[in-house]
């Protein structure tokens, strides 16, 4: 994919034509001069790529980790003992959309979106058959009738729903109960059909012609619980990036029961495949995220802004405590923390157990910036105004091995606004007078003439703030923003 980047959140979601890919809306075709349709999101938006994103020869980076999962999965899903025949093609037009509907589902870090796609892999070929194999010699109708009379929803022998609600799609759905759920959730989601919310207890064979709707069924399905009564979270025993449970990492043992029970005979399988492309996708999401800096659109943001936790719903108040990514910096993301900048969700930990911080107070942020991507343990607790020691003298130690540069009138510092003695940089830690609590980011990216910062717990900013920055003739720097009152950098 090169050019342009074809995003979005939200929104109706169509296939009128039924060819198994997403339509573009009236509103977006103007936007297609000069740009490149991907289809498997919705609401579509084309934006430019920053030479950031882009790799020498023309690839995205989103492209390139493409290329690594597809290379990479045939050998993963050798460790099976039963490899599985993924051709070329199929890999090349599938998972770039499951992946897609993994990043619309919320689900980023490596773990998950390799166990959702070697589960599709292990269920279907990746697309390659996306309805149920069954013996040879035997009457397809006749052997679908028996095996699954009387489970999941379907009737007797005689009702036929065993041979109708078969299995299909990338992860094999089964059962007239599970037809039904995925029939209501697809209306839920507004995702349409030839213009309309599909049925799939009447038109079941969708689930294996639509790709887009395979796809929204496997990554929902799983993640929800549609299939067991169990889903994704069930067996994360602690902290992904995307997902955020406390102390621990996706169980891929045991997450084999989201799709099928208890099914012990391709659980050791499973966990060795997903091991393996877990640490393909690890490898090159690290690669790519080195001085990368992401903000979501306007609109997006708009669209995860709540009223505080007593204007929200219950379901909206999970989304908010589990993460609902602003931006990242460096592949550290940050998080929405709702309307009122004093709520606090619950103690967050990284995996080996350090205190980042409450979510998403933007002192947690910082600690979990500087711990993921610089290595650098913050301890000391407390908000954003205990950060600043009044009296320290110009460039002198503070806590946790960093040094303190006053702005001038802080600290020891005399003048009248003449700014920092020292030039900001990135990886820096601005601390600000705003507020009932003081305020933290980390300065993401510094010119002559411009300060970048990346926060939490900013509602109005978002994810970045720009601050202009003027040197003055004594040699010091001028935000002629904000009220800063100190730099903090690794001594």
């Not at 037809?179 to 059909?193: H, L, S």
Request: charged share 25%; hydrophobic share 35%; with cysteine.
């Amino acid at each position: 994919m090169e050019g342009w980047f074809l995003y979005a959140e939200g929104g109706t979601r169509k296939d009128e034509n039924n060819d198994g890919k997403d339509d573009l809306s009236k509103a977006a075709l103007p936007l297609l001069i000069g740009g490149i349709w991907k289809g498997g999101t919705k609401d579509y938006k084309l934006e430019p790529i920053s030479p950031s994103a882009a790799k020498p020869g023309g690839k995205s980076e989103d492209a390139a980790l493409e290329d690594a999962i597809i290379a990479a999965l045939p050998d993963a899903m050798l460790k099976t003992g039963t490899p599985k025949r993924i051709t070329d093609e199929n890999a090349r037009a599938n998972i770039p959309l499951i992946r897609a509907e993994c990043t619309r589902a919320g689900i980023t870090d490596a773990r998950t979106l390799a166990y959702i796609l070697v589960t599709a892999a292990w269920e279907s070929f990746m697309g390659g058959d996306m309805d149920e194999n069954y013996p040879r010699n035997v009457s397809p109708v006749t052997y679908f009738n028996k095996q699954y009379a009387n489970r999941n929803g379907n009737g007797d022998v005689a009702s036929g729903d065993g041979y109708r609600f078969r299995g299909r799609g990338f992860v094999q759905l089964t059962g007239r109960s599970n037809y039904a759920r995925a029939t209501k959730r697809c209306k839920e989601m507004d995702f349409k059909v030839n213009g309309t919310h599909p049925d799939l207890v009447r038109t079941p064979d969708l689930v294996a012609t639509n790709k887009p709707l395979a796809a929204l069924i496997l990554v929902m399905g799983m993640k929800e619980g549609w299939f067991t009564g169990v889903g994704l979270d069930k067996f994360t025993k602690g902290h992904t990036e995307a997902m955020l449970y406390p102390k621990g990492k996706l169980d891929f043992d045991e997450a084999r029961w989201i799709v099928n029970g208890k099914d012990a005979i391709s659980k050791a399988p499973m966990t060795q495949a997903s091991e393996s492309l877990s640490g393909t996708i690890d490898g090159a999401t690290q690669k790519d995220d080195q001085g990368k800096l992401e903000e979501l659109s306007d609109l997006d943001y708009s669209r995860i802004r709540g009223a505080g936790r007593d204007g929200l719903s219950p379901k909206e108040m999970a989304e908010i405590k589990q993460g609902k990514i602003t931006g990242s910096l460096d592949g550290v993301a940050g998080y929405y923390n709702g309307s009122n900048e004093s709520t606090t969700w619950e103690s967050h930990y990284s995996k080996d157990g350090f205190y980042y911080g409450e979510k998403w107070q933007c002192v947690e942020f910082v600690r979990r910036y500087y711990y993921d991507a610089l290595q650098h343990k913050i301890p000391t607790k407390g908000d954003a105004r205990k950060w600043f020691t009044p009296g320290l003298e110009d460039g002198a130690a503070t806590f946790d091995g960093l040094k303190q540069y006053n702005y001038a009138g802080r600290g020891t510092r005399a003048g009248n606004d003449d700014g920092f003695s020292v030039k900001p940089q990135k990886g820096d830690i601005l601390v600000l007078q705003t507020g009932s609590y003081g305020h933290v980011a980390v300065v993401a990216d510094v010119s002559d003439t411009n300060l970048k910062i990346a926060q939490q717990n900013v509602v109005d900013d978002g994810f970045i703030t720009d601050i202009p920055i003027v040197k003055l003739s004594n040699g010091s720097w001028r935000l002629s923003e904000k009220s800063p009152l100190a730099l903090l950098r690794k001594a």
